[in-house]
């Protein structure tokens, strides 16, 4: 079989790909529990199969009991937030690992194409990608992956809505851990990404998205931009902006290197002071009057065509 013969470790492991289980998959379960079953047939339709599916849910809707009956399924009575489902995969026994978010449905080939990748690139590989343009502000960002297909690999400051990596490398995500109070929300994925570009010396990575071949994909866009956008979606919340600022802040400030230098953030754009719509005060502002709000639409867009951010 040609996936035998790209990857040694598969026959190293097993000496035969049909046995040889490298694998395991961690879902993260809230409030979008209807869309489980689709992720969960997803990932037993990949051309390279998970040996388990954990399922960490963090309260949120109710999830059938034929549904736990195919996975590994532990249940939380309280929203631990983004960062548990890190510390629930110590508990899988594979070489590889890969995280879903709930909005993120793969293609079948997408575990193929993450080992195929890690067999040419060693690194944090994600089905959604970006380059910060900015030390101290989350956007605007270039973007790599299913919301802006990429035929060849391509180095990112951070991933999400998938990260497949080692298993080894957990004990990396862990070995520093978050400030007391820092939000449960939002940091993990720059988290990751800064611990082991300083520990392992590793970069961070999207596969290639090819426009066509969906299949090689990380996510389906079709589901991840209207799941990503229903009103549960922690980006749907505008206060989320200030904990991606505030996160991005802290980890650049204790040395997480970007892609771009601060020579090539220039040449994609101007970021000028701190993002309005992350300030609550300034959101309330407008709030109370449209007409400003309108007004200053305008001039964000207009500003951005000419490449200034404010």
Same mark, same amino acid.
Request: proline fraction near 5%; include cysteine.
């Given at each position: 079989?040609a996936?035998?013969?790209?990857?040694?470790?598969?026959?190293r +492991?097993?000496?035969n790909y049909?046995?040889?289980l +490298?694998?395991s998959?961690v879902?993260?379960?809230?409030?979008?529990t209807?869309y489980?079953e689709?992720?969960?047939e997803?990932l037993l339709?990949q051309?390279?199969k998970?040996? /388990?599916?954990?399922v960490? /849910?963090n309260a949120?809707?109710?999830v059938s009991?034929n549904?736990?009956e195919?996975?590994?399924?532990v249940?939380?009575?309280?929203?631990?937030g983004v960062w548990a489902r890190?510390?629930f995969?110590l508990?899988?026994?594979?070489?590889y690992v890969?995280?879903?978010?709930?909005?993120?449905?793969?293609?079948?080939?997408?575990?193929?194409?993450c080992l195929d990748? +890690?067999s040419?690139?060693e690194?944090l590989?994600?089905?959604r990608?970006?380059?910060?343009l900015?030390?101290?502000?989350y956007?605007p960002f270039?973007s790599?992956?299913?919301?802006?297909p990429n #035929?060849?690999? #391509? /180095?990112? @400051?951070i991933?999400?809505?998938?990260w497949?990596?080692k298993?080894?490398?957990?004990?990396?995500f862990w070995r #520093?851990l978050?400030p007391?109070?820092?939000t449960k929300?939002?940091g993990?994925d720059?988290?990751?990404?800064y611990?082991? /570009?300083?520990?392992?010396?590793l970069?961070t990575?999207?596969?290639p998205?090819p426009k066509?071949?969906p299949?090689?994909?990380?996510?389906?866009p @079709?589901?991840?931009?209207?799941?990503g956008?229903?009103?549960?979606?922690i980006?749907?919340?505008?206060?989320? +902006?200030?904990?991606f600022?505030?996160a991005l802040?802290f980890?650049?400030?204790?040395?997480f290197?970007l892609?771009?230098?601060?020579? #090539?953030r220039?040449?994609h754009?101007?970021v000028i002071?701190?993002a309005f719509r992350?300030?609550v005060?300034?959101?309330t502002f407008?709030?109370?009057?449209?007409?400003?709000k309108?007004?200053?639409?305008?001039l964000?867009n207009?500003l951005?065509?000419?490449?200034?951010?404010?």
């Amino acid at each position: 079989m040609a996936l035998r013969t790209r990857y040694p470790e598969i026959i190293r +492991l097993s000496g035969n790909y049909e046995d040889c289980l +490298l694998i395991s998959v961690v879902l993260n379960a809230y409030k979008r529990t209807e869309y489980l079953e689709s992720q969960i047939e997803a990932l037993l339709n990949q051309t390279v199969k998970p040996k /388990q599916i954990y399922v960490w /849910q963090n309260a949120g809707s109710k999830v059938s009991a034929n549904l736990k009956e195919k996975v590994t399924f532990v249940e939380c009575n309280k929203n631990l937030g983004v960062w548990a489902r890190f510390a629930f995969a110590l508990n899988v026994d594979t070489p590889y690992v890969c995280l879903f978010d709930d909005d993120t449905i793969p293609g079948k080939k997408w575990f193929e194409n993450c080992l195929d990748t +890690l067999s040419k690139t060693e690194g944090l590989l994600g089905t959604r990608g970006v380059r910060f343009l900015s030390k101290n502000r989350y956007f605007p960002f270039i973007s790599f992956g299913w919301d802006s297909p990429n #035929e060849s690999i #391509e /180095q990112v @400051d951070i991933v999400g809505h998938a990260w497949f990596f080692k298993r080894e490398w957990l004990t990396v995500f862990w070995r #520093e851990l978050p400030p007391i109070g820092f939000t449960k929300l939002a940091g993990e994925d720059m988290h990751f990404s800064y611990t082991l /570009q300083k520990y392992l010396n590793l970069n961070t990575y999207v596969p290639p998205h090819p426009k066509g071949d969906p299949e090689m994909w990380g996510s389906r866009p @079709d589901t991840a931009n209207f799941l990503g956008s229903s009103p549960v979606a922690i980006s749907s919340d505008l206060s989320s +902006l200030n904990k991606f600022d505030t996160a991005l802040k802290f980890y650049t400030k204790n040395g997480f290197k970007l892609f771009l230098s601060s020579g #090539e953030r220039l040449k994609h754009g101007l970021v000028i002071g701190g993002a309005f719509r992350s300030s609550v005060r300034i959101r309330t502002f407008f709030s109370k009057h449209p007409r400003i709000k309108n007004f200053l639409k305008i001039l964000i867009n207009f500003l951005r065509k000419i490449k200034i951010y404010i």
